[in-house]
């Protein structure tokens, strides 16, 4: 099947700018005069760039070659913003991969199948797929991207082979899923689990079905306690000018009869007493008159609070926020039965 030929004699398509480059080099045209998509896909990105892997795939399709069949890896955005159906998405029995993005956006895909030969899933692979309800893994997958199945509110389950790895929580972020089911045990998923902490995790996952029991994904995990104290007034900030950036927060809070103001340094995210507080917006503004201090913000509302997280280490109780918890987790902590040993005592908020 030569596809070029056919292609240079298709009515109706135009070759832009991008093509007529494309098709001008000898690897190319011999690609498409032996159908050797792999090669195909791979020209494509090596002389034009990942991009414009779709606009292939675009060019195939209006000749009524379905590449999916043939690929044993999907390439990086080669269904980009393309809508297949069903049934067109019937993949090579032996694939291997699919590759970043590939299916990004395809609006009219329901239900997918991903054969025994499929090891890795990439990142964003299935996401903006907004009528995706089902996807069936191989038995042998083993690793899924971040935001893999992202924005598909109509995927609200799905069911990991025992094959993975390791299981990211951030693969399903920004997804309809609720309910993971695992081929494995309880044990074996904990193992497997990356995430060290929930704080801050962009998931609406709460059952997790293993084949010995059934538990809240919360149970896999043991974070301290986040505090939602009630707002008495709103709150201000006033960013001082200098090398740490310093913020005087108005706040306060009275929580279980105990009135007390916090404040977030940019440099730290952490709530400690070297902080400056004050419990109304009048005695912050007199503060910064008085001590004519020079701001690169001047005091601005806000009625959105912070997250805190109350730790209770072994010189005292500290209150987090939950950027600096994130970053402890990345940078320090092994796991939340860490913390309270390595808290250094500077964080203490009351002995």
């Not at 009528?131 to 991207?145: S, Y």
């Not at 997280?309 to 039965?337: D, H, M, S």
Request: charged fraction near 25%; aromatic fraction near 12%.
């Amino acid at each position: 099947m030569k596809l070029l030929k056919e292609y240079m004699q298709f009515p109706g398509v135009k070759l832009d700018d991008d093509f007529k480059e494309f098709l001008s080099h000898d690897t190319v045209r011999k690609a498409f005069q032996t159908s050797d998509f792999e090669e195909l896909y791979k020209l494509s990105t090596e002389y034009v760039g990942e991009y414009f892997n779709s606009k292939l795939s675009s060019l195939l399709l209006s000749l009524d070659i379905n590449p999916i069949k043939y690929l044993t890896v999907i390439p990086s955005y080669s269904f980009f913003y393309i809508d297949l159906d069903d049934d067109d998405v019937e993949f090579n029995p032996q694939l291997k991969a699919i590759e970043n993005n590939a299916f990004y956006s395809n609006t009219a895909i329901t239900l997918v199948s991903i054969p025994d030969s499929c090891k890795y899933i990439e990142n964003f692979a299935f996401g903006n797929c907004h009528n995706l309800k089902e996807i069936k893994l191989g038995n042998n997958v083993e690793q899924l991207g971040w935001s893999c199945f992202f924005n598909d509110n109509k995927l609200l389950s799905i069911t990991l082979p025992r094959s993975m790895q390791s299981i990211d929580l951030s693969t399903f972020s920004g997804s309809g899923i609720t309910e993971i089911q695992y081929q494995g045990t309880s044990d074996e998923f904990a193992q497997k689990l990356r995430q060290k902490t929930l704080i801050g995790s962009d998931t609406k996952v709460k059952k997790i079905i293993c084949s010995d029991k059934t538990q809240d994904l919360k149970e896999y995990f043991n974070d301290p306690e986040l505090i939602q104290p009630d707002i008495v007034n709103s709150t201000g900030f006033f960013r001082i000018k200098g090398y740490h950036s310093y913020t005087l927060t108005v706040r306060k809070y009275d929580p279980k009869s105990d009135t007390f103001g916090f404040g977030w340094t940019s440099n730290q995210g952490v709530v400690h007493s070297s902080e400056i507080t004050f419990t109304s917006e009048a005695e912050a503004n007199n503060f910064i008159q008085k001590a004519n201090l020079t701001g690169v913000e001047g005091l601005r509302k806000t009625n959105k609070p912070y997250s805190l997280y109350k730790v209770n280490t072994e010189a005292g109780p500290c209150y987090l926020t939950e950027q600096y918890i994130n970053w402890l987790f990345v940078n320090t902590v092994t796991n939340n039965r860490d913390l309270n040993k390595k808290l250094p005592s500077r964080l203490i908020v009351r002995p």
